[in-house]
Structures are given as structure tokens and as C-alpha cells.
């Protein structure tokens, strides 16, 4: 019984984590500004969890290491600025059924348009170098420089202005501490996402597929299941996905730009590498970590923000050197 | 006429290259319905690469599989496993993070589980019973080996092949699986079998074909294997005959 405990403690102690973390930066950082930071880690983690969230499905169904996820993350920005332009008299009154309905309308053409975009490039491109990784990365490097080139010529070099809707400007007060109510949102619709993401890869077939793939990809071919059609709907997904996170990313920071998904590139890689390829809830715990790490050193030591994050990883990767929730071999 | 139709799997003259090695040279055998045929062979062999490349996971450069009646030699693994070959592994391709219960669903049709087809397996392999929804990575060597043939089993099949599923378990597993194989082999099911233990492959082998450097250098009746020991030693050599 007892010989089990550490066993026990070895499994259980990357969820302890995120918690562990949350109530040490408390007496350090202090009520009041600590409730406003942790829903700004939160929400910030929510939306890298979006974008990595594909990502990591990706590699762990494939191998496949898609550099160029930046610009479906970009695309589901510009998406969003396309449609919420024609919705201005939406977003600008002070309805919250209205404002949440031109957001909602932005979502899912975002999630469409980079879906879609993520068909055609599975087809086009990563169908190509399937099982050569240094192909991948000089392909996938060379076609986000592409579209994000073709973005600025469709949408010119500019930085695009993308002010939140009239009633989610706002913050709403909490004893001492301020929220701004956009982040309650993104992080409703982001755990909504995740929720939706969570039953369908444990309560579906085609989710038990999946998740069986990532593990042990031939094995599930030998049970009768495409995996290069399972890859397809993934990817779609994925980038869909990304899509989502970037519209929701360019919303929060009021503005887009054509490297708006880069500069969450790193931290996506960052996450991946601590969650561990492949898995999705490695993932998710990894983005809220990176979310709450960010904001609280931000607010602590403000020197230290920016290599916050590749220090945690640093750390982690010292503890479990493939990650929090590290997958089985596959082949 | 008769032993053609008698014969579920064929290979003719099939070559296998993995990367710039050829493993198999020309492997030509048989596998009749209703019988168990035991791959032999030593290490290296091909006895693997053999199973493999009928499931399509490593693909033939020559020759023909034909699988009743139909040649299967260019078809996809999931093409292939659907036309009622299930696949045993030698390193049981389980997943570990899904539970007992996903594993098996996962090797079910759209429809789930058969009630008396899961009574049966678990009949069969009672072990399972208890972990059903622990995670199989949790299992002992010799339960995964279990989880492994029960999902292979867990439909109607019509063609098993088994990669040593006996290696590496203790001797009570051993007898527990073989057990098993017997009871597959009283359903009259089909099943290509590889094994290095020479005493199991005896137990529940009707047929037997032995394999060397990638070709096949025997074919047979168990039976009469089992009873020439000059052929064992010749054909395996004194280890495997002595059942180690």
C-alpha cells in the first residue's frame, strides 16, 4: 500500500501544480491585485490553449510540426476585422445580446475561414512531407512567410484598429480588485471550448480515435481506422481553432497586425514542450500555467517577464524531461 | 480444388524491404481455414516482418497476398484489417492511457459491444473483468497480453495473427494464454501464429511453417514436427526444440 504513495505523488503532482502556483503568488502579491492578475493568467492561458491545443493534436496524431500555425492564428484575426467592421452598429450599442452576437458571428467565420484554409493546406502542402521533419519546418517557416504576406496584400501593412464591443470596455470590481469584463468573456468562451474539446475527445468514438492515434498510430490502423482521414478532420480543427484564439487575441489587444500570430508563437512552442507533444490536457495545464507565470512575474518582477516563461519551462523540463503529461512511444 | 479452397491466407513469392535491407526473400506458405499455423523460426528470421507486411504496415516490393481468394498485397492496413484480419503485435499495441474498456471499443463495430461476444472474452480473461476501467498502461505484461487478444477477438474474425504473444510473461501466464489459444483454436478459428516457444507453438499448432534469413525453409503438420526431433534440431536448433 504504502509502496504505491510515491507512484501516486509522481501522477498526481503536475495537476497540484497549477494550484500550487496560484496560492504562492497570493501572499506575495496580495488580494487585491492578485484576483485581477490570476483572471488576466487565466484568460491569457485560455486563449494560448486555443492555439496550441491543434497544434499539439497535430504532432502527437503525425509528427507532423506545423511552424506555420502563426498564420491561421493571423488569419482568424483578420477574419474578425473583416466582419466586425459591417457589425459596427452591433458592437457599438450598448446591448450585451448584441455585442455577444457580433463576437459570436466574428468566431465562427474565423473558425470557418481558417479551417477551410487548413483543408487546402494539409492538402497542398503538409500532405507533401509527411515523415520528413526538416522538410516540414522549412515548408511550413516558407508558408507562413506567404500568407502573411498575402494578408498585407489583402488587408494592407497597417496595423488595424479592433476596439471591443461597448459593453465588454468595461471592468467590474471585485472588493479591491478590478476585471476587465472582455477577459470574463474570453475566458467563458475559451472554457467553454476547452469543455466542448474535453467531451468530445473522451465521450466520442471519433474522439477515442484520436486519442488512440496519438498514442500508437499503426495499432489503430490495424484496427480498421484512417488515420490520414482522422489527421484531416484534426487539422481542420486545429486551425480552426487557432483561428478562434487569434480572433479572440486581436479582440483583447484592441489591434491586428500581420504577426499576430507570431508573437505568440514562442509561448505556444513553450507550452507544448512543458504539457508535453501530444497531449491535450498537458496542454491546457501548460497554457494556464504560462498564462498565470507571465502576469504574475510580470507584476513581481517586471525584468523578468519576458524569459518568465522559458524558465518554467526550464524547471519543468528538469523535473520531467518530456513534460507534465508526457504520451507513450508511438510509431 | 478442395485445398484451395481449404486455404484462408496465401503468400507467393513475397519480397519485404525494410529501408535499404531486404528481410524477406521470397516467402511463399499457406494458412488453412479453421486451423492454427505457427510461424517458426530464430531471431531474425522475418517471422515479424512476415505478419506485417500482411497487415500492409510494412509493404510487399514483390509477390502476392491473397486473402480468400482476393489479392490484398497493395490494399491499406485499415483496408486490410477489415476484411477480418486482426493484429496482435509483439509488443501488443495497447493503449496505455485508454482504459481497458476504450481499448476493447475501440476494435468493436459502430454498433459497440456484442453482449455475448464481451461475456465470452471476458469469460476468457477474467482480469479484464476487474481493470475494466482502470487505464491498460496500468496492467501487468501478462494482462495487456490478455487486453491484446481479447480486443483482436472481441468481433468475429476471420484470420488472427499473433506476434509471440508468450514472451517475456511468467509460466502461469503462459499456461492461462495458451488456454486461451486452445479454446480459439476449438472454435475452429483462424490463427497464424509466431512464437519462439517451441512448447506452446506444439500445444495449439495444427500446422507449421519455419523460417530462416527470410524464406521459408518448412512446411508441414505440427504433429510431425513435434514427433522428429532430428528435423527441430535441424530446422531450429537444439534451444528452441527444448523449449526456451
Known amino acids: 500500500m504504502n509502496s504505491d504513495w510515491p507512484k501516486k505523488l509522481q501522477q498526481w503532482a503536475p495537476y497540484a501544480l497549477t494550484p500550487l502556483v496560484v496560492i504562492a503568488a497570493l501572499p506575495a502579491i496580495g488580494p487585491g491585485p492578485w484576483l485581477t492578475l490570476t483572471v488576466a493568467g487565466l484568460t491569457m492561458g485560455i486563449m494560448l490553449f486555443m492555439v496550441a491545443a491543434g497544434l499539439t493534436l497535430i504532432f502527437g496524431l503525425m509528427d507532423v510540426l506545423n511552424f506555420a500555425h502563426a498564420a491561421f492564428v493571423a488569419v482568424g484575426a483578420y477574419i474578425a476585422v473583416s466582419v466586425l467592421g459591417p457589425l459596427a452598429g452591433w458592437t457599438n450599442e450598448t446591448s450585451l445580446a448584441l455585442n455577444i452576437a457580433a463576437l459570436l458571428v466574428a468566431l465562427v467565420a474565423a473558425a470557418i475561414a481558417s479551417g477551410s484554409l487548413g483543408f487546402v493546406f494539409e492538402r497542398v502542402i503538409i500532405r507533401q512531407v509527411y515523415g520528413a521533419p526538416l522538410r516540414q519546418i522549412l515548408i511550413t517557416i516558407g508558408a507562413l512567410t506567404v500568407i502573411e504576406q498575402l494578408i498585407i496584400v489583402i488587408w494592407g501593412p497597417q496595423a488595424i484598429p479592433l476596439p471591443k464591443p461597448a459593453m465588454l470596455r468595461g471592468s467590474v470590481f471585485v472588493g479591491s480588485s478590478s476585471i476587465e469584463t472582455y477577459r470574463l468573456f474570453a475566458l467563458f468562451v475559451g472554457l467553454a471550448i476547452a469543455l466542448a474539446m474535453h467531451l468530445f475527445l473522451t465521450r466520442t468514438r471519433l474522439g477515442l480515435v484520436v486519442r488512440a492515434g496519438v498514442e500508437d498510430r499503426e495499432m489503430i490502423q490495424a484496427l480498421g481506422y484512417h488515420i490520414r ?70 507584476f513581481l518582477a517586471p525584468k523578468l517577464a519576458l524569459g518568465s516563461n522559458i524558465l518554467l519551462m526550464a524547471l519543468i523540463l528538469l523535473w520531467r524531461p518530456r513534460g507534465l503529461f508526457p504520451l507513450a512511444e508511438h510509431h | 480444388m478442395s485445398e484451395t479452397a481449404d486455404i484462408l491466407l496465401r503468400l507467393e513469392s513475397v519480397f519485404t524491404n525494410i529501408g535499404r535491407y531486404r528481410i524477406l526473400h521470397g516467402v511463399d506458405f499457406s494458412v488453412r481455414r479453421g486451423r492454427v499455423t505457427a510461424l517458426l523460426g530464430r531471431n531474425g528470421a522475418g517471422k515479424t516482418t512476415t505478419l506485417r507486411t500482411i497487415m500492409g504496415l510494412w ?7 491473397v486473402f480468400d481468394g482476393q489479392a490484398i498485397t497493395a490494399l491499406e492496413t485499415p483496408h486490410i484489417a477489415r476484411r477480418g484480419i486482426a493484429y496482435v503485435p509483439e509488443n501488443m499495441g495497447i493503449f496505455g492511457k485508454l482504459t481497458v474498456r476504450e481499448n476493447m471499443l475501440l476494435a468493436t463495430g459502430r454498433t459497440g459491444f456484442a453482449q455475448d461476444q464481451l461475456d465470452r472474452v471476458l469469460e476468457s480473461f477474467p482480469a479484464l473483468k476487474m481493470k475494466w476501467d482502470s487505464p491498460a498502461g496500468s496492467l501487468s505484461g501478462g494482462q495487456k497480453q490478455m487486453l491484446a487478444i481479447g480486443r483482436a477477438i472481441i468481433e468475429p474474425r476471420r484470420l488472427l495473427l499473433i506476434d509471440e504473444p508468450t514472451k517475456g510473461l511468467s509460466p502461469a501466464m503462459v499456461d492461462q494464454l495458451v488456454a486461451a489459444l486452445l479454446r480459439l483454436k476449438r472454435e475452429h478459428t483462424t490463427i497464424l501464429l509466431v512464437e519462439q516457444n517451441f512448447r506452446v507453438a506444439e500445444a495449439v499448432g495444427d500446422d507449421v511453417a519455419v523460417m530462416d534469413e527470410g524464406r521459408i525453409i518448412h512446411t508441414g503438420e505440427m504433429a510431425a514436427l513435434a514427433a522428429n526431433h532430428a528435423l527441430q534440431h535441424r530446422l531450429l536448433g537444439l534451444s528452441m526444440a527444448d523449449g526456451v
Do not use: P
Not at chain 1, 479572440?248 to 512543458?274: E, H, K, R
Not at chain 1, 504539457?275 to 495545464?285: A, D, R, W
Open chain 2, 59 to 65: 509493404k510487399a516490393r514483390l509477390g502476392k497476398i
Open chain 1, 229 to 298: 482521414r482522422v489527421f484531416i478532420g484534426v487539422f481542420m480543427a486545429g486551425t480552426a481553432l487557432a483561428g478562434v484564439g487569434g480572433m479572440m487575441w486581436a479582440q483583447y489587444q484592441a489591434v491586428v497586425n500581420s504577426q499576430i500570430g507570431d508573437s505568440m508563437t514562442i509561448l505556444v512552442f513553450i507550452i507544448l514542450i512543458i504539457g508535453g507533444l501530444g497531449s491535450v490536457g498537458g496542454c491546457f495545464i501548460g497554457a494556464i500555467l504560462v498564462g498565470l507565470t507571465t502576469n504574475y512575474v510580470g
